[in-house]
């Protein structure tokens, strides 16, 4: 037994995966904000080059190298949605301990927030949103972070709704310590691990989204390092076979995505004591 | 089935308030908008060498100064007579832009949420049943990636290889350029239809796909299928039999709530392939500042939306008798 203890197993491989992963997307993240002034460097000297050694994204239309824009975007997007998951798990926390804690009336009110929030397609409440905020960065944080609470304050509630029946919340409630008492101290600590990994898990959509609604032309401005507006460009020039201003940028949003994915999925799976024994 | 039509009632009854409150939250967004509307349309410079009197008439068609409550009741209630006001793009009535709209891009959303809808089933089951072979492997992971992947990019990346490259498809709009309406013909159609259809489809194979295939796993280590396979019946038997009716159910729920995301993603693929429908129509709208047009796809989406929930509510108590109890209890 002892053996098996010391040697490898799955959850020490998924550690390690994991931290690769963290360092990979933090790496990018930092790389793309200090490059961010070289995004932008023009050069028409090099414009419309295909990939090759010195430049393995190619250039773009203006000569600006396609490797570190698509750095610059995906940072961009990381930042981006680490706020507005960090705001919309804020929300969802506070909706999902309010509808379950506060009574039958404003549990309602909550969940019919929630369904009016669900009822209009996610694009378009974007667009309604950024429309109304003007367009631009705010429009976006503001548009993603009311967006993507929905599911997360749901399982919140249902899983509050539980922890209210249990013995403890009860004797709490008999000695007569207040709601919301009860509600940070007692309630906040055993949802924590499941706030955290919806956190994470809520990151893939934000930065999904954020590139959506730049690409549609309601995000971020197109002077500014996105995703979002490097394809939109690349339409354009689809056309004329500049294959490489899509494939390439497109490619490292997905893997971006894929990792916060896979660092939400394994963290839930450490964090959940069902599976302590793999 | 007295109760089935209580549930149907009472579930109608929350569909019209909730989008009633819809339709309010739109018109409020839409009106906190800092956007000019003559700024957007008219233009800077076009406005500058007009006359005060000018501008105070364009002023009045765009409704600049009128209070966004008294324009909210206007609106509501004109709305409920079937007047959804005039597109100030399209200079026409918003009900008949939306009702053009609508039905090309009904038809797009309408064939891939089948196919999407019967392919993620199948591949559901197929992984679900095989769960930890290989080819569970590859329908999970390419669960996970289309999961991952922005629509928008995938029917760039599809856009390129078969209208670009391959050259044997159209690269755009839902009708050759140039052709009047009543030169075009069905194969046209369909031509144009075809990538914007199978982007969608691949897209949304995924939610239902992981959903499946979790719901099989779990019928497949219960005590009946086990009963089943003791009693001497072959695995697909049993699945036909014992497996199907109990995943069916779900898995329609899912598929009817997932009109919204058709539904979004429609909104992306129509803007890449330049194809005329309610999508593309909302982003016109709400990048030119039309409001009347907005607000009138912001509900009807949610009242397709609302519909699809509506549909899957009402199946699912009608079919399972488990919720119907369920709810009665409490």
């Known amino acids: ?278 | 089935m007295k109760r089935l039509g209580i549930t149907a009632a009472k579930n109608l009854i929350r569909m019209a308030v909730l989008l009633v409150l819809v339709s309010g939250a739109a018109f409020f967004l839409v009106s906190v908008s800092p956007s000019d509307p003559l700024k957007t349309n008219v233009g800077q410079a076009a406005l500058g060498s007009m006359s005060q009197e000018q501008i105070a008439k364009l002023e009045e068609y765009w409704g600049v100064d009128t209070p966004p409550v008294k324009r909210f009741f206007s609106w509501a209630s004109a709305f409920i007579k079937g007047d959804m006001g005039t597109s100030l793009l399209y200079r026409q009535p918003v009900s008949k832009v939306i009702a053009e709209k609508l039905k090309s891009s009904l038809w797009l959303m309408a064939i891939a949420w089948v196919i999407s809808g019967t392919m993620g089933f199948l591949l559901g089951i197929l992984a679900g049943v095989n769960r930890g072979k290989l080819i569970d492997r590859l329908i999970s992971g390419y669960a996970l990636i289309t999961a991952s992947t922005p629509a928008f990019w995938l029917a760039l990346m599809l856009l390129m290889v078969f209208a670009v490259w391959l050259k044997v498809l159209p690269i755009g709009l839902s009708v050759p350029i140039g052709t009047e309406a009543s030169a075009v013909t069905i194969g046209d159609r369909i031509l144009h239809g075809i990538l914007p259809a199978v982007t969608l489809s691949l897209t949304g194979i995924s939610g239902i796909a992981m959903h499946t295939r979790e719901k099989m796993a779990e019928v497949m280590g219960s005590d009946y299928m086990m009963f089943a396979k003791a009693r001497g019946e072959s695995k697909w038997q049993a699945i036909r039999h014992h497996g199907l009716r109990n995943i069916a159910l779900p898995a329609m729920t899912l598929q009817f709530a997932s009109i919204s995301e058709i539904f979004g993603g429609s909104v992306l693929v129509e803007q890449v392939f330049s194809y005329p429908g309610l999508g593309q129509a909302a982003i016109t709208a709400g990048l030119g500042g039309d409001i009347p047009l907005l607000l009138g796809i912001a509900v009807i989406s949610a009242a397709i939306v609302f519909m699809g929930n509506f549909t899957a509510n009402l199946l699912y108590s009608a079919v399972d008798p488990r919720i119907r109890i369920g709810r009665d209890q409490a």
């Open chain 1, 1 to 278: 037994m002892t053996e098996i203890k010391r040697g490898w197993n799955r959850r020490k491989t998924m550690v390690v995966l994991m931290a690769f992963s963290m360092i990979f997307l933090a790496s990018v993240a930092i790389l793309g904000h200090i490059f961010r002034e070289e995004a932008m460097v023009t050069d028409f000297s090099r414009k419309n080059l295909a990939p090759c050694l010195q430049y393995p994204f190619g250039t773009d239309f203006m000569g600006r190298d396609m490797l570190i824009r698509t750095i610059a975007g995906l940072s961009m997007s990381i930042r981006l949605g680490l706020l507005t998951a960090f705001i919309s798990a804020v929300i969802a926390c506070v909706m999902g301990l309010a509808a379950a804690v506060l009574g039958k009336f404003a549990d309602g009110l909550i969940l019919g927030l929630i369904d009016l929030v669900m009822g209009i397609p996610h694009i378009l409440l974007l667009i309604l949103i950024s429309f109304a905020m003007g367009k631009g960065f705010i429009g976006v944080v503001i548009g993603i972070s009311l967006t993507h609470w929905t599911s997360l304050a749901r399982l919140i509630r249902g899983e509050v709704l539980q922890l209210k029946e249990s013995q403890y919340i009860r004797i709490a409630e008999k000695l007569g310590i207040s709601k919301g008492k009860i509600a940070v101290k007692h309630m906040l600590p055993h949802i924590a691990p499941q706030l955290l990994v919806g956190l994470i898990l809520m990151f893939p959509h934000a930065i999904l989204h954020e590139a959506s609604i730049t690409f549609l032309g309601f995000g971020l401005s197109p002077e500014q390092p996105a995703i979002g507006v490097i394809l939109s460009e690349s339409m354009k020039y689809l056309a004329m076979g500049k294959w490489w201003l899509a494939l390439f940028p497109g490619l490292l949003l997905v893997l971006t995505v894929l990792l916060f994915h896979y660092i939400g999925e394994t963290l839930g799976r450490l964090t959940d004591p069902g599976h302590a024994h793999r």
